[in-house]
């Protein structure tokens, strides 16, 4: 089983990126095709496939300033995967104690011969400032707030696998839209394929200024439950708040929890989402997070058929 593999052919004549940046700023068409090699890598992959040798002598570097479990591991075994080397930055570790910037320190990393740098900051842009300064390619894997495109995109391909199309279904995403770079990257990707979105949540965090953007908003749960056709249930980002948005957190349990009681509300075949971590008995309680309707636990297995494919169509071409 071990010496399956697959042929994804040449990357397309009409892929001309060298970063991956954010959703915003890909056509449909783009997305499509960032799905559909990953579709091929996941196959691949559950068949049994662990060696590609598609991106082999390359290296790719993790350069994580935030916290991560599944999205740091991911892209070093996506890498591994495809024949490349994964190289792992420990910011608590480096010499940005020492007062090095963020630019220094990538511009010296790339000159080590660094074909890809992954990179994680608590500032919106720095994914954009690292492009605009290194001559390698670099992927954003969450910048603050702003975007995390390829949690994007594994969500949109669970939901593809599941549902069998993204266009005209409902999308809630639920939470914290005010800080959630997953509600971002979500709303950019799924909207460009036909999705309709709700953003759902307290009024502190969820603004009516996403009406502008073709989103709907709405502040009740079980209000929009019935009509909604995938629930993505994002985590409260305590560590980017200032004030608190909600008197307690139970408070916020009691009103937007993802339980027993609502799943029944909901659609028969509701497909349940959400970008880890979980906080059980917060944002969703740990009988539907376990539950049938959850592909929680998928998502994470095609998280790294995504990275697979992204870092594979931005090293696959040189
Ligand atoms: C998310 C993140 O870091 O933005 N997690 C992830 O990448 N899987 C969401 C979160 O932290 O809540």
Redesign the pocket.
Known sequence: MSNTTVDPGPVPSGWQRWHLLGLEELSADEIALILDKAQLFRDALDAGARQFRLLSGRTCVNLFF?D????RNSFSLAARRLGAEALDFSASTSSLSKGETVIDTAKNIEAMGVDAVVI?HRTPGTPLLLANNLRCSVVN??DGPHE?PT?GLLDMLTIRQRKGRIEGLTVALVGDIAH???ARSNIWGLKKLGAKIIVCGPSTLVSPRWAELGVEYSYNLNDILPRVDVLNL??I?FERQSTQPFPSVREYAHLYAMNRERLARAKADVLIIA???INRGVEVTADVADGPQSAILDQVTNGVAVRMAVLWLLLGKR
């Open positions: 935030e991560s479990t599944r999205t994680r894997a969450g995390h949690q959630s770079r997953t994002l985590r980002q970008p880890g971590p």
